[in-house]
């Protein structure tokens, strides 16, 4: 079966050609026909920002994400729920699951991964969003474009744990959708963060029932206990954490997730902020101390892989603690915006070989989408990079090997230097943060809603010896429709 999928993939994959990573793209892919209308989503609306304004609140006056938390499970308990948050699907030793990352804009780069979602999750037990159900803020009110109808077709459940953006909302959309939750009653909050906080949501009932239409078979139906859970199984336990607004973990779910850290069977982790991402170390703080990262790497824990959303691109960081391999993995190319990887210099990150690094899209596929993304946007043609410029740039800037094999030969021009600069993607002759500019603010308003879309999504096959976890892409092309590309693929030993 993996010699099969590999063998697909180099035939399809971008990391072969540029047909497989949708720059050749002659026929749009039916998701089209799944969306209800031609609306997209865009950051670059005042009114999305004002609303997402909670996290600039949350920085400066303190995030109150824990204090709320503990009111849910309060209020989870009193209802009777497991005290240890697990979920008990019938699955055995052998079964697959789905993982999609920060998925909800609810326009046409979210619905174009559903095709391949579906090919490929066919016979999969359950599958599950990290981080980001519904942008921009959570609401209830907003389900049904951004969560019910994309899936409608999936015929098993979705397991979920918050991103910032669900929590902006208070977490009352996600409580209520996914844990069947009412709503906690208004608690005052003081001062100035009180004042100009956005506050949750009145959810309409009828609203919301009508959306629940979509995934009303009984196959599909799931409570989920609250924001963190664990899934388990024979062979593995998946374990998803809620990292709240400003990724800090409270004392209250820090120590339920020493206590499942402790079963002796394999572990995954699903977290709302990955800990390695774009080069850089960044675990979860614990409010008590330390890191969620020191729970993964302690050899009694037996994690195998920690998977996050928040970022949204495909990264894999193999990373050997001890004796062992531990795969780091950024998986959040459900749907929404892409950000750039072509920002992401060559990789040291946790002792990780630029080698053993894999990305989607491609550095120089990022490179050369957005080189011409702007070039149309500001109408200055010289800034336009063909996919392989792009691919020679990165490979020169990283000092490796192209991943794929450029078509034609390529010299590579001071007005393509230039054009990699303004991007982010080449030093400067002096020191200008330009790649941490384009990260955080120029692909967050470059949303685009025609192919390629350059999204992913992850299959999970697990036995009792192994875990394979492959990477197929989305551009939103019918090629890659009716054959998923595989971007990356790796088997991790679990006995």
Not at 397 to 411: E, F, M, S
Not at 465 to 492: H, K, M, S
Request: charged share 25%; with cysteine.
């Amino acid at each position: 079966m993996v010699e099969v999928a590999a063998e697909r993939g180099k035939q399809l994959s971008s990391r072969v050609s540029e047909d497989g990573a949708g720059w050749t793209c002659t026929q749009t892919g039916t998701f089209a026909q799944l969306r209800p209308d031609n609306r997209g989503f865009s950051w670059l609306n005042l009114r999305t920002l004002w609303r997402s304004r909670n996290e600039i609140l949350a920085g400066l006056f303190g995030d109150p994400s824990g204090e709320v938390r503990a009111r849910w499970i309060a209020a989870q308990e009193a209802r009777g729920i497991d005290p240890e948050f697990r979920i008990k699907p019938p699955l055995g030793g052998n079964f697959s699951f789905l993982l999609l990352g920060d998925t909800g804009e609810g326009d046409a780069s979210q619905y174009a991964v559903v095709p391949g979602m579906l090919k490929e999750g066919k016979d999969t037990s359950f599958a599950v969003i990290a981080s980001d159900v519904i942008y921009p803020t959570g609401s209830g009110n907003e389900y049904g474009d951004k969560f019910f109808r994309p899936y409608k077709d999936y015929d098993a459940p979705i397991y979920a744990i918050p991103g910032n953006h669900d929590w902006y909302d208070g977490l009352g959309g996600f409580m209520r959708v996914f844990c069947d939750t009412p709503a906690l009653k208004p608690k005052p909050d003081r001062g100035l963060r009180g004042l100009l906080w956005r506050k949750p949501d009145t959810i309409d009932e009828t609203q919301l029932a009508e959306a629940r239409r979509f995934r009303d078979k009984p196959s599909q139906q799931v409570t989920q206990p609250g924001p963190y859970w664990v899934i388990e199984s024979d062979s593995l336990l998946i374990v998803g954490v809620d990292t709240g607004i400003k990724n800090v973990i409270d004392k209250a779910q820090t120590a339920w997730l020493r206590r499942v850290s402790l079963d002796p069977r394999p572990k995954v982790l699903v977290t709302g902020k990955p800990i390695y991402t774009g080069n850089a170390y960044k675990p979860s703080k614990l409010e008590e101390g330390g890191t969620i990262d020191d729970i993964v790497r302690d050899p009694a824990h037996h994690y195998v892989a920690a998977i996050g959303g928040d970022v949204h691109n495909y990264q894999r960081y193999p990373v050997k603690v001890g004796d062992r391999v531990i795969q780091y993995v950024v998986s959040g190319g459900g749907g929404a915006f892409m950000h750039a990887t072509h920002t992401i210099g060559r990789v040291n990150a946790g002792g990780v070989h630029e080698d053993d690094f894999r990305c989607y899209p491609l550095r120089g596929d990022s490179l050369s989408f957005y080189s011409q993304y702007y070039a149309r946007r500001l109408r200055m043609k010289w800034l336009g990079l063909t996919p392989s410029e792009g691919l020679c740039l990165m490979s020169e800037h990283i000092k490796n090997q192209p991943v794929r094999t450029p078509t034609g030969p390529v010299a590579i021009t001071r007005r393509m230097r230039w054009a990699a600069r303004l991007l982010g993607a080449w030093p400067w002759p002096f020191r200008l943060p330009v790649d941490k500019v384009f990260h955080r603010f120029l692909s967050e308003l470059s949303d685009w809603d025609t192919p390629p879309f350059f999204k992913q999504f992850l299959h999970i096959s697990v036995t009792p010896e192994t875990l394979t976890l492959r990477c197929f892409a989305a551009t939103g092309c019918l090629a890659q429709e009716v054959e998923p590309p595989l971007e990356d693929e790796v088997t991790i030993r679990l006995s």
